[in-house]
Structures are given as structure tokens and as C-alpha cells.
């Protein structure tokens, strides 16, 4: 996906957690980096990024007004802070990121803030206590930024008892869990950062496969996007748990039988998501020899 602007998280792997650990909501919105500097002479600077690092016009307006209801209680020097950008009214992420990219101002925004950096390589839970002390003081009684809620489990035990007595609903992308050692890495991901999403699957017939190539546009000798079969409709489909060595062999078979293709079925994984005609980040899962 490039340079991120943010932590990234890894999927959901229970023995790799560290306690004590946080659990939280995970939003099906956009995420927004909000950093407000404030150097020695008392001028400020504000940006507010995208995870793929654009700045949008649309939120300008909602960020100016953070800066400025937080200035007095944030220490002098760069202050980030990352949320979930919801709509109060608008839903799906595909709604919510297509109207943050109109770059239009829009008052129906609303801010889940769930991390928070000062610049120093703090632990999640210390971050977590400094953005919690930032709302308390400055941000209590506000309807468009919000705070996350975190629940801590003490250990392993706590944790999956939580996950198997509370179901993911229905209008829930899923959950993030935090290890509170998690250490501030942008574009990178942890162990101490993972998400657990509602993956529903659908099996397609593969009817193309694409050569991958490299960020030069260097042809790669393997395959790269696989095309499917949706209800009559072509999608894209990324290649998934496909390995290396597989992704070779596939294109080795496609250049070899394209004329006569025998259109195999696979088995794809998704995030749901009603807003889409076709299927949101489908990737390929595994093949499925008894449904050809």
C-alpha cells in the first residue's frame, strides 16, 4: 500500500498479544492523522493527512477547530492525533471516504479517536492515559470527537472470554486490540497492534489472471490481480495466501492454457460492506477442487 502516515495493524493472533491488553471498537471509517505543532514563539501548524498521506480540504474545518479547543492543554511541540472518521448520517466506507475525497466541508463528520503521540516512543497505555487526560480537560462535552472506549484484560483468559460472549453486530466492521507495549511505529506492523474483522467468502470461477509487476513497472513472471466471475460482473481479486512459488505456477498455467482456460474455482475473502456492487478488498483464499 506504499509509505503510511500511521501504525498498521496485523491480524488477529491470540498467543502474540501482550498483557495486560486493550480492546476496542474498529470503526468502518476513514482514518485521519491530526498533527498541531506549536513551536517556542508560539506559532502553530496543522496538518491533517489520510493514511495514504493527502491532505483533505473536506476536514479542514473540523481539524481547525480541534487545534484550537486542545491548544491550551497540549504540551509545546508536535502533538498527533489519529481517529476514525465516521458520519453522523452517511454509512459504509465507501460513502464516508468518496465524501471526505469531494474536498467539500462537510458538518457531519465524526472524529473516534483511538491513538494518540507527543513524540516520545511511549507504550500504547501511556498514550491511551495522555489522550483520555486531553478529553477530560478539553474535549468532554463534544458530539463530533470522541474517544474510543478501551477495555482491559488482564490476561489471555479474559480476553477470549470477552471475544466468545460478545458477538461482532451487525453495523461493526470488527474489534483492534492493543498489547499496552505496543510501541508508535508509522508505516509498520506489530504484533502489539491487530485487528479481528468480519471476512465473509464467496467462490468465484477465475476467469483472467494479470502479471504482477514491480513499483517500476518491471513484469515480475507471476501472478499478480486475478479477475472473477460476480454474479456476471468482472472484479478484481488480489492475490491473498497465494505463495510466491504458487503465483508463479498460476501465471506459468495461464500463459500455457489461456486460450482454453478451465476456470477453477476459488474460494475469496471480503469485508462486508452493503455500499459496494461488487466486493470490498476481495482476496484469494484457497482453491476449490470439488466445486469446478
Same mark, same amino acid.
Given at each position: 500500500m506504499g509509505d503510511a502516515t500511521i501504525p498498521l495493524s496485523k491480524g488477529f493472533n491470540i498467543d502474540k498479544v501482550s498483557f495486560p491488553s486493550f480492546i476496542s471498537e474498529k470503526y468502518d471509517g476513514m482514518p485521519i492523522k491530526v498533527t498541531m505543532d506549536r513551536d517556542d514563539k508560539g506559532e502553530d501548524s496543522l496538518s491533517y493527512l489520510s493514511r495514504q498521506g493527502t491532505q483533505n480540504v473536506s476536514v479542514k474545518e473540523d481539524a481547525m477547530s480541534l487545534s484550537r479547543i486542545? /491548544?491550551?492543554?497540549?504540551? &509545546?511541540?508536535?502533538? %498527533?492525533m489519529l481517529a476514525e472518521v465516521t458520519h453522523k448520517s452517511i454509512k459504509g466506507f465507501k460513502n464516508?471516504?468518496?465524501?471526505?475525497?469531494?474536498?467539500?466541508?462537510?458538518?457531519?463528520?465524526?472524529?473516534?479517536?483511538?491513538?494518540?503521540y507527543q513524540g516520545d516512543p511511549d507504550?500504547?497505555?501511556?498514550?491511551?492515559?495522555?489522550?483520555?487526560?486531553?478529553?477530560?480537560?478539553?474535549?468532554?462535552?463534544?458530539?463530533?470527537?470522541?474517544?474510543?472506549?478501551?477495555?482491559?484484560?488482564?490476561?489471555?483468559?479474559?480476553?477470549?472470554?470477552?471475544?466468545?460472549?460478545?458477538?461482532?453486530?451487525l453495523d461493526q466492521e470488527g474489534w483492534v486490540i492493543r498489547?499496552?507495549?505496543?510501541?508508535?511505529?508509522?508505516?509498520? /506492523?506489530?504484533?502489539?497492534? &491487530?485487528?479481528?474483522? %468480519?471476512?465473509?467468502?464467496e467462490d468465484l470461477k477465475l476467469i483472467q489472471v494479470d502479471e504482477a509487476e514491480s513499483a517500476d513497472g518491471v513484469p515480475l513472471n507471476m501472478a499478480g490481480k486475478l479477475w472473477a466471475d460476480y454474479n456476471g460482473n468482472k472484479i478484481g481479486v488480489g492475490p491473498g495466501k497465494l505463495t510466491h512459488p504458487e503465483r508463479k505456477e498460476l501465471w506459468k498455467l495461464w500463459l500455457a492454457t489461456k486460450d482454453n482456460w478451465h476456470k477453477p474455482m476459488m474460494e475469496v475473502t471480503y469485508k462486508k460492506d452493503d455500499t459496494y456492487t461488487a466486493l470490498r478488498e476481495a482476496r484469494f483464499t484457497c482453491w476449490r477442487p470439488d466445486k469446478d
Amino acid at each position: 500500500m506504499g509509505d503510511a502516515t500511521i501504525p498498521l495493524s496485523k491480524g488477529f493472533n491470540i498467543d502474540k498479544v501482550s498483557f495486560p491488553s486493550f480492546i476496542s471498537e474498529k470503526y468502518d471509517g476513514m482514518p485521519i492523522k491530526v498533527t498541531m505543532d506549536r513551536d517556542d514563539k508560539g506559532e502553530d501548524s496543522l496538518s491533517y493527512l489520510s493514511r495514504q498521506g493527502t491532505q483533505n480540504v473536506s476536514v479542514k474545518e473540523d481539524a481547525m477547530s480541534l487545534s484550537r479547543i486542545t /491548544r491550551d492543554f497540549r504540551e &509545546q511541540g508536535e502533538t %498527533v492525533m489519529l481517529a476514525e472518521v465516521t458520519h453522523k448520517s452517511i454509512k459504509g466506507f465507501k460513502n464516508i471516504s468518496g465524501t471526505i475525497r469531494r474536498q467539500e466541508h462537510n458538518s457531519g463528520f465524526i472524529w473516534n479517536f483511538f491513538d494518540f503521540y507527543q513524540g516520545d516512543p511511549d507504550a500504547f497505555y501511556i498514550r491511551q492515559q495522555q489522550l483520555e487526560d486531553l478529553f477530560y480537560f478539553a474535549l468532554s462535552d463534544s458530539q463530533k470527537f470522541r474517544l474510543v472506549k478501551q477495555i482491559k484484560h488482564e490476561n489471555k483468559a479474559a480476553l477470549q472470554k470477552y471475544l466468545d460472549e460478545t458477538p461482532i453486530r451487525l453495523d461493526q466492521e470488527g474489534w483492534v486490540i492493543r498489547s499496552h507495549n505496543d510501541i508508535w511505529a508509522e508505516n509498520s /506492523r506489530s504484533w502489539g497492534y &491487530q485487528k479481528i474483522v %468480519v471476512t465473509p467468502s464467496e467462490d468465484l470461477k477465475l476467469i483472467q489472471v494479470d502479471e504482477a509487476e514491480s513499483a517500476d513497472g518491471v513484469p515480475l513472471n507471476m501472478a499478480g490481480k486475478l479477475w472473477a466471475d460476480y454474479n456476471g460482473n468482472k472484479i478484481g481479486v488480489g492475490p491473498g495466501k497465494l505463495t510466491h512459488p504458487e503465483r508463479k505456477e498460476l501465471w506459468k498455467l495461464w500463459l500455457a492454457t489461456k486460450d482454453n482456460w478451465h476456470k477453477p474455482m476459488m474460494e475469496v475473502t471480503y469485508k462486508k460492506d452493503d455500499t459496494y456492487t461488487a466486493l470490498r478488498e476481495a482476496r484469494f483464499t484457497c482453491w476449490r477442487p470439488d466445486k469446478d
